[in-house]
């Protein structure tokens, strides 16, 4: 069903999401510990606004940090009227788990 949200936590239906979008693993610039950690998750996508605030990482530290802080990502896959979906929300694993 067009804009209907889902939420998972397995790690290849999240990169395959992604990667159909054209969107890759990031952190948010500055949230990390002194550099030496990865800070706050998202997903990027080309020509959309994280440009100057997100920095591209890895899947493999994206998914680290995403069991490490016990996340799911809640998502579309495609919006109300029919399009492609960007929307996704990294959460608390256990708000989700609460409304399934």
């Known amino acids: 069903m067009a804009g209907t949200n889902k939420s ?3 790690h290849d239906e999240i ?3 992604a990667q159909e979008r054209g969107g890759y693993p990031a952190t948010v ?3 990390g510990a ?3 950690e ?3 998750l998202r997903i990027d996508f080309p020509d959309y606004s994280g440009q100057e605030s997100l920095e591209p ?3 493999e530290e994206f998914f ?3 069991e490490d802080s016990n996340l799911a990502m809640v998502y579309q896959e495609a919006t109300s009227n029919g399009a492609v979906s960007r929307f996704c929300r990294l959460v608390d694993r256990s708000s989700v788990e609460a409304r399934s």
Do not use: Q, Y
């Open 38 to 40: 990865v800070g706050i």
């Open 64 to 66: 680290e940090k995403f």
């Open 29 to 31: 610039k500055g949230t």
């Open 15 to 17: 990169r395959r999401w």
């Open 8 to 10: 998972t936590t397995d």
């Open 57 to 59: 990482i890895s899947w």
């Open 34 to 36: 002194g550099g030496e």
